[in-house]
T-cell receptor, first 114, second 110 residues
């Protein structure tokens, strides 16, 4: 079964601090995604990537950067964390980039910004 | 980009009855419509999907209907059980990325 692992699973950050969320997949998938989920809301796409060393903006990229140094790894970077970025972040990978491709999600990273 | 509307946001049904969730989308180019189930504290998992060349798909108690002309699709869970209580998300693909609806919290009453 597809395996996507995220770290850290939980983090408390201070406003204005830098936060890096990491994601590692062992599925040999080309596509990787970062979504955020707020309580009672759906999943909103922040950034995605279909090849190493390249990232694309999703629907809510402001305040976030992404890095894909290799096919297996995809990071989400908050340079200046803000209270509004408190959420659960999910990384996902897929074979087909959305064209009939199943998303395999990691376990999520709960970020609390104080 | 694609927009997906999902209703209702909260749904409570009696055990053994049917539950229906409706979604609509905007981009006529979307051709893949998955449904994900998320249990509390867990990650979302794919439960059923349908492609634009189909109108209906069934996997056990799950039925998905797609009306491309109306840009609507729906999930129907027949003979609901307590284990069906969860958050459900519809989604539509649109040019390399999948856009999700806001979710439906389904509660099965004993």
């Amino acid at each position: 079964e597809a395996a996507v692992t995220q770290s850290p699973r939980s983090k408390v950050a201070v406003t204005g601090g830098k936060v890096t969320l990491s994601c590692h997949q062992t599925n040999n998938h080309d596509y990787m995604y970062w979504y955020r989920q707020d309580t009672g809301h759906g999943l909103r796409l922040i950034h995605y990537s279909y090849v190493a060393d390249s990232t694309e903006k999703g629907d809510i990229p402001d305040g976030y950067k992404a890095s894909r140094p290799s096919q297996e790894n995809f990071s989400l970077i908050l340079e200046l964390a803000s209270l509004s970025q408190t959420a659960v972040y999910f990384c996902a990978s897929s074979d087909w980039g959305g064209y009939t491709g199943q998303l395999y999600f990691g376990e999520g990273s709960k970020l609390t910004v104080l | 980009g694609e927009q997906v509307e999902q209703l209702p946001s909260i749904l409570r049904v009696q055990e053994g009855s049917s539950a229906s969730i409706n979604c609509s989308y905007e981009d006529s180019a979307s051709n893949y419509f998955p449904w994900y189930k998320q249990e509390p504290g867990e990650n979302p998992k794919l439960i059923i999907d349908i492609r634009s060349n189909m109108e209906r798909k069934q996997i056990q108690e799950l039925i998905v209907l797609l009306d491309k002309k109306a840009k609507r699709f729906s999930l129907h869970i027949t003979d609901t059980q307590p284990g069906d209580s969860a958050m459900y998300f519809c989604a539509a693909d649109g040019n390399e990325k999948i856009t999700f609806g806001a979710g439906t919290k389904l509660t099965i009453k004993p």
